[in-house]
């Protein structure tokens, strides 16, 4: 196996945990928004296709907050990876002489 070639972006990851932070963020907001939306709508919405429409919105709503909290986890899991690879690189430059 060639690893004379292994390199790191620090900034470029740095980057990518900023982008999902943002998307994190707005996929948030606009959840709070769907859901006012929804509640909104069913003010002066009853009977059937209502309560169909109120299952059906949780059920994709859910979805989409489990989908975001894994986007959350990934930009944890891409942060942690930036800090060693960071902390890596001071090691090892700290290992030889000036």
Do not use: S
Not at 33 to 49: E, P, S
Request: charged share 30%; hydrophobic share 40%.
């Amino acid at each position: 196996m060639d690893t004379g070639n292994y390199r790191v972006d620090l900034d470029g990851m740095q980057t990518l945990i900023d982008k999902a932070a943002g998307l994190e963020k707005r996929i948030d907001d606009r959840l709070r928004d769907i859901q006012k939306r929804i509640k909104d709508l069913h003010v002066d919405w009853t009977g059937q296709a209502a309560a169909a429409h109120t299952e059906a919105a949780a059920e994709w709503v859910a979805g989409a907050a489990k989908m975001n909290t894994a986007l959350g986890d990934l930009r944890k899991a891409l942060d942690r990876a930036r800090v060693a690879y960071q902390a890596a690189g001071r090691t090892n430059h700290g290992m030889w002489p000036q």
